[in-house]
């Protein structure tokens, strides 16, 4: 199975920029959903936004949309998750996650969709 390591993460001020990473290793990403969640401290996690297989249509949490940009390199077997005009409430843990099915597209999502995870990187906008 797929296993992710996600860095990038860091403090940056309100209405600064971070790009995260997630490489992935084990199997292609290709053949999986990816998404990146987040865990802000005693909060559930959330999603931020997931990828259909090798880079196919995307969705984001109301929260990120016109600010945050999930891409993947497949030769490179990476995820990316462009984060722009940060707020102190993205403040958190985010996940990278996988799953070779996913959510239903158009459905609700949430982290039970996804079995793969990697340990996260802490992001701190301030």
Excluded at 40 to 66: F, M, N, T
Excluded at 68 to 93: C, V
Aim: aromatic share 12%.
């Amino acid at each position: 199975h797929v296993q992710l390591v996600e860095s990038g993460g860091g403090s940056v001020q309100a209405g600064g920029s971070l790009r995260l990473s997630c490489v992935a290793s084990g199997d292609t990403i290709s053949r999986y959903c990816m998404g990146w969640f987040r865990q802000a401290p005693g909060k559930q996690r959330e999603g931020v936004a997931l990828i259909y297989y090798g880079g196919g249509s995307a969705r984001y949490a109301d929260s990120v949309k016109g600010r945050f940009t999930i891409s993947q390199d497949d030769a490179k077997s990476t995820l990316y998750l462009q984060m722009d005009s940060l707020k102190p409430e993205d403040t958190g843990m985010y996940y990278c996650a996988a799953d070779s099915v996913g959510p239903i597209p158009g459905g609700a999502w949430s982290a039970e969709d996804f079995s793969y995870w990697g340990q996260g990187t802490q992001v701190t906008v301030s």
